[in-house]
């Protein structure tokens, strides 16, 4: 049972576009809120985190939404670059699993020129 | 500044044989982690180690073992690989499992892909 739904499953999008990539979960006791991102052979990398007492988050050109109500955040990228293209994975932070992290299935970015 | 070391980066096994995947890092974290990658799941946990003396199981452990040699080292064994272990393996690491979440900032190894035939 995936404990982290996360959508779409792929995008492309142009050159200064913004992409949104979706994540929802259902334990109420996760805490924390990090994506990662991924490029090809790499492991993954922290790109942005939030926690759920704040509804929004910014750094550069990354933002991160946040709706505790409804379980779901966000990532959106303005103004996004061919050196975007990658995998984008967003997680939760488990406090009643050991403060475990579990991981969405990914998103793989395109940005076309 | 290397950061999560994984060797090898690349095996091919033939169904029932074992190996060791190796994992160290150099930024004296306490925590260690291994996941699985696998197309269309994202990353699993398989085992983890919150601190050196310790490890527990994640997510997807059966088939596997683990150990943690040292605060550096943290090693995944496969004792009879399976088909169904073919996937991209990664060791993390990180300064704490819990507690602020500054702490608890994954840092991930390039990753070994394992193929069992």
């Known amino acids: 049972q995936q404990q982290v739904k996360q959508s779409p499953q792929s995008l492309i999008v142009q050159k200064g576009g913004i992409p949104i990539i979706n994540c929802a979960y259902e334990?109420?006791?996760?805490?924390?809120f990090p994506w990662y991102q991924q490029f090809p052979g790499k492991g993954p990398a922290l790109l942005i985190a939030i926690r759920p007492d704040v509804s929004e988050k910014k750094e550069g050109r990354f933002t991160i939404s946040f709706n505790k109500s409804a379980k779901q955040f966000s990532l959106h990228i303005m103004d996004s670059q061919p050196g975007d293209s990658a995998t984008y994975f967003c997680a939760a932070r488990g406090l009643n699993t050991g403060n475990q992290f579990y991981f969405g299935t990914g998103t793989s970015l395109t940005v076309i020129p | 500044n290397a950061g999560v070391t994984q060797t090898p980066k690349f095996q091919v096994l033939k169904t029932g044989q074992s190996m060791t995947l190796q994992c160290a890092q150099d930024m004296n974290h306490n925590s260690m982690y291994w996941y699985r990658q696998d197309p269309g799941m994202g990353l699993r946990l398989i085992y983890y180690s919150a601190s050196e003396g310790t490890t527990d199981k994640g997510e997807v452990p059966n088939g596997y073992n683990v150990s943690r040699l040292n605060k550096r080292e943290f090693s995944l064994r496969l004792e009879s690989a399976a088909p169904s272990q073919t996937s991209v393996y990664f060791c993390?690491?990180?300064?704490?499992?819990?507690?602020?979440?500054?702490?608890?900032?994954?840092?991930f190894g390039a990753g070994s892909r394992l193929t069992v035939l």
């Open positions: 334990n109420t006791a996760f805490d924390y």
């Open positions: 993390a690491s990180s300064e704490a499992l819990g507690g602020v979440s500054g702490a608890n900032v994954l840092t």
